[in-house]
Nanobody, 120 residues
Framework: QVQLVESGGGLVQPGGSLSLSCAAS????????MGWYRQGLGKQRELVAQ???????NYADSVKGRFTISRNNAMNTVYLQMNSLTPGDTDVYYC??????????????WGQGTQVTVSS
C-alpha cells in the first residue's frame, strides 16, 4: 500500500503565497511522476503541475509563471510553491503519484486533498 500525505494550504489574501507539500510512503519501488491537481465544487479535477523522476515539469497554462513544482526524490516528496495567488486559485488541491510498487506493477494514488482559499 502507498499513502500520500499532504500538508500546507489554508487562507491567503490575493497576491499572497502558499506552499504545499506531499510525502509518499509505503511499498514504493519507483515513483514515475508526482503532481498536483485541483477541483472546485461541481467542477472536474484538473492538472495544476506535474514533475517526473527526471525533474521534467508540466504546468497548467493558468499557473505558469506563478507556481513552481519541485521534488525531493530521496524523501519521496513533492512541493508546490504558489505565488501571486488570485481568488480563481481557490480549490481543493490533491496530490497525485504514479508509483510502481514492484518492478511490473504501478498504480495512481491520491492524497486526501487540502483546501486553498484566496480571499480578502
Amino acid at each position: 500500500q502507498v499513502q500520500l500525505v499532504e500538508s500546507g494550504g489554508g487562507l491567503v489574501q490575493p497576491g499572497g503565497s502558499l506552499s504545499l507539500s506531499c510525502a509518499a510512503s509505503g511499498s514504493i519501488f519507483h515513483i514515475v511522476a508526482m503532481g498536483w491537481y485541483r477541483q472546485g465544487l461541481g467542477k472536474q479535477r484538473e492538472l495544476v503541475a506535474q514533475i517526473t523522476s527526471g525533474h521534467s515539469t508540466n504546468y497548467a497554462d493558468s499557473v505558469k509563471g506563478r507556481f513552481t513544482i519541485s521534488r525531493n526524490n530521496a524523501m519521496n516528496t513533492v512541493y508546490l510553491q504558489m505565488n501571486s495567488l488570485t481568488p480563481g486559485d481557490t480549490d481543493v488541491y490533491y496530490c497525485n503519484g504514479r508509483i510502481y510498487t514492484s518492478e511490473n506493477t504501478w498504480n495512481e494514488y491520491w492524497g486526501q486533498g487540502t483546501q486553498v482559499t484566496v480571499s480578502s
